[in-house]
Nanobody, 119 residues
Framework: QVQLVESGGGLVQPGGSLRLSCAAS????????MGWYRQAPGKQRDLVAR???????DYADSVKGRFTLSRDTAKNAVYLQMNSLKPEDTAVYYC?????????????WGQGTQVTVSS
């Protein structure tokens, strides 16, 4: 069974950096998108960044210029480099993998990793 294993979260001061990693413990086929969502207390879960099969990326306006998404297709892994972190970046970050086969979509989610930005 496929499992998304996340790592890299933690406590960092404002202006600091973290790198989140997500790797599948099993094989995932027909991936069309990989990325990260986050959910802060009292708020909805929002897209942070994603990359689709064609290579294009999509970032939330609040993280553009600060976060960089990358992937390793051979390993079915995705990474999120987070720089210039702000307190408002504090949230639980969830790895996401979307699949599409024959017009039918599917999704996989990580357990979530806590990112806390505080002085």
């Amino acid at each position: 069974q496929v499992q998304l294993v996340e790592s890299g979260g933690g406590l960092v001061q404002p202006g600091g950096s973290l790198r989140l990693s997500c790797a599948a413990s099993g094989s995932i086929f027909n991936i069309y998108a990989m990325g990260w969502y986050r959910q802060a207390p009292g708020k909805q879960r929002d897209l942070v960044a994603r990359i689709i099969s064609g290579g294009s990326t999509d970032y939330a306006d609040s993280v553009k210029g600060r976060f960089t998404l990358s992937r390793d297709t051979a390993k079915n892994a995705v990474y999120l480099q987070m720089n210039s972190l702000k307190p408002e970046d504090t949230a639980v970050y969830y790895c996401y993998v979307g699949t599409l086969r024959g017009g039918v979509g599917g999704s996989y989610w990580g357990q979530g990793t806590q990112v806390t930005v505080s002085s």
